[in-house]
Nanobody, 114 residues
């Protein structure tokens, strides 16, 4: 079982990044998928989640209207499109799969700075 995040990096304020989370070793379509983030000195927090069928999503208030979570079950991949990035979005972003068990990825660093 593996979740591998990619797409992180350095972005300027107001810029965009698209994170990907590629799953292997389990059937992604059966799992609720989420993105979390953890900034230095802070607790890990939920950013966005999407139901297994992809019809229902929810977002942290701090990212509503700027971030979009989506999934492609055929490709076993979940995405997080991040627009209008702010310095406070700087964090390590983690992908999580939840059903009867929970799996985490290793994280990808996102830094928003001019």
């Amino acid at each position: 079982v593996q979740l591998v995040e990619s797409g992180g990096g350095l972005a300027q304020p107001g810029g965009s990044l698209r994170l990907s989370c590629a799953a292997s070793g389990f059937t992604l379509s059966s799992y609720v998928m989420s993105w979390y983030r953890q900034a230095p000195g802070k607790e890990r927090e939920l950013v966005a989640a999407i139901a297994s069928a992809g019809g229902s999503t929810n977002y942290a208030d701090s990212v509503k209207g700027r971030f979009t979570i989506s999934r492609d079950n055929a490709k076993s991949t979940v995405y997080l499109q991040m627009n209008s990035l702010k310095p406070e979005d700087t964090a390590v972003y983690y992908c999580k799969a939840t059903r009867l068990r929970t799996y985490w990825g290793q994280g990808t660093q996102v830094t928003v700075s001019s």
